[in-house]
């Protein structure tokens, strides 16, 4: 089993910043690939961004690419979404997922997932 736990939400104008951690816990040994969901009110949980576990190659939606990053730090077992730019449309409650079953960038692959955490960017 893993354990996520993320941290990093809140408030913030359009145009500004903040990043997200996820802390993962247990059998991290096991990951392939660790990801960053998101899902607005009345509208279907989708990636933001992915991570390979080992190798680090990324994947980014497109409605985030050159704002958001992903990165890891694998000897804390956590991963990172740093956002800029940051849009009134990027408001959502952002998911921390695994997998330990496939290096994959699809949701229905991801086995674990946190509690999530509310990202609001007021206008």
């Known amino acids: 089993q893993v354990q996520l736990v993320e941290s990093g939400g809140g408030l913030v104008q359009a145009g500004g910043s903040l990043r997200l951690s996820c802390a993962a816990s247990?059998?991290?040994?096991?990951?392939?690939?660790m990801g960053w969901f998101r899902q607005a009110p009345g509208k279907e949980r989708e990636i933001v961004a992915g991570?390979?576990?080992?190798?680090?190659?990324?994947y980014y939606a497109d409605s985030v690419k050159g704002r958001f990053t992903i990165s890891r730090d694998i000897a804390k077992n956590t991963v990172y979404l740093e956002m800029n730019s940051l849009k009134p449309e990027d408001t959502a409650v952002y998911y921390c997922a695994a997998s330990s079953r496939v290096l994959s960038f699809i949701k229905r692959d991801y086995n674990y997932w946190g509690q999530g955490t509310q990202v609001t960017v007021s206008s």
């Open positions: 991570i390979d576990w080992s190798g680090g190659r990324t």
């Open positions: 247990g059998r991290t040994f096991s990951l392939y690939v």
